[in-house]
């Protein structure tokens, strides 16, 4: 059971460029989400699904989009690359947001924008 | 959105000691997990655990959610057990999903 995973690992881009990190999961959970983790923080919500075919934005969306078309896959893409977006990218997903949900976290995508 | 407030910090132990990390949060909960960073940045679910106490192994947490706080207990402590732990609570609405809280840092050493 591969659980969440995440593509690629690492990643550098230049400043403007665009690039979409990947992130599948196979325990058919309906809630997935996008967190970054910058140095000495905590983890911060950019973007979420419920379901197929619906998102919403976190708490800091801008400069990212995402698209949610099958139950498995949720990718994160960045338009134009800027280095605030330099970041450790994590994809999770829980069988709902209801009660009795565990998150499960991919292994990370270390990004550096230069 | 909620607030969260983990102590201590940082925290440095030998190996075979006990530690109990705290979790204070602003707002009530319908959710709150607790996770591991291990040292190669992987994140571990530890509990899921909105009231009450769970255990597992050497490990066990509670959450008092009418006083708004969770104490994740760490017995007999490995140097296997470092890393960063934090938590999360979620408050059931809006876009916050789970808010984390900055971690306790956590050395054991040999």
């Known amino acids: 059971n591969a659980g969440v995973t995440q593509t690629p690992k690492f990643q550098v881009l230049k400043t403007g460029q665009s690039m979409t990190l990947q992130c599948a999961q196979d325990?058919?959970?309906?809630?997935m989400s996008w967190y970054r983790q910058d140095p000495g923080m905590g983890l911060r919500l950019i973007h979420y699904?419920?379901?197929?075919?619906?998102?919403d934005q976190g708490e800091v969306p801008n400069g990212y989009n995402v698209s949610r078309s099958t139950t498995e896959d949720f990718p994160l893409r960045l338009l134009s690359a800027a280095p605030s977006q330099t970041s450790v990218y994590f994809c999770a997903s829980s069988y709902s947001r209801a009660v009795n949900s565990p998150l499960h976290f991919g292994n990370g995508t270390r990004l550096t924008v230069t | 959105g909620i607030q969260v407030e983990q102590s201590p910090p940082d925290l440095i132990l030998q190996e075979g000691a006990n530690s109990t990390l705290r979790c204070n949060f602003s707002?009530?909960?319908?959710?709150l997990q607790w996770f591991h960073q291990n040292p190669w940045g992987q994140l571990i679910n530890l509990f899921y655990i909105p009231s009450g106490t769970k255990q597992n192994g050497r490990l066990s947490a509670t959450t008092v959610a009418t006083e708004r706080y969770s104490l994740l207990y760490i017995s007999s402590s490995q140097t296997t057990d470092s890393g960063v732990y934090f938590c999360a609570p979620d408050s059931g609405g809006g876009a916050d999903g789970l808010t984390f809280g900055k971690g306790t840092h956590l050395i054991i050493q040999p």
């Open positions: 707002d009530s909960v319908n959710n």
């Open positions: 699904s419920v379901g197929a075919g619906i998102t």
């Open positions: 325990m058919n959970h309906e809630y």
